[in-house]
Nanobody
Framework: QLQASGGGLVQAGGSLRLSCAASGRTFGSYTLAWIRQAPGKERVFVAAIRWNGGNTYYLDSVKGRFTISRDNAKNTVFLQMNSLKPEDTAVYYC??????????????????WGQGTQVTVSS
């Protein structure tokens, strides 16, 4: 089970920190990701982290602004979002999957999903 939280309304240039608490299974061999969906648009990969090893991967448009991290002891993944832009507005989902590197950027290949959390960035 994945439980996302931390969304909200923020002005452009502001920051938010999303959290995804994982429970009910061991995610040691999994990739944990944040995926977003804006109204009327398809889901888009935002960032991912390998639970073992901690390698991280980002959508080009969020590199340098967003940071994904994990706390093994708390079984939680975070997404620190800085310098937010109106185009970052979306519902953000956390997801998990046992994926090879070439697959982690495809939202459709993740097996486990949390409920979304709304992020709204005003201009």
């Amino acid at each position: 089970q994945l439980q996302a939280s931390g969304g909200g309304l923020v002005q452009a240039g502001g920051s938010l920190r999303l959290s995804c608490a994982a429970s009910g299974r061991t995610f040691g061999s999994y990739t944990l990701a944040w995926i977003r969906q804006a109204p009327g648009k398809e889901r888009v990969f935002v960032a991912a982290i390998r639970w073992n090893g901690g390698n991280t991967y980002y959508l080009d448009s969020v590199k340098g602004r967003f940071t994904i991290s994990r706390d093994n002891a708390k079984n939680t993944v975070f997404l620190q979002m800085n310098s937010l832009k109106p185009e970052d507005t979306a519902v953000y989902y956390c997801a998990a999957g046992r994926l090879i590197l070439s697959s982690i950027y495809d939202p459709n290949l993740y097996n486990y999903w949390g409920q979304g959390t709304q992020v709204t960035v005003s201009s």
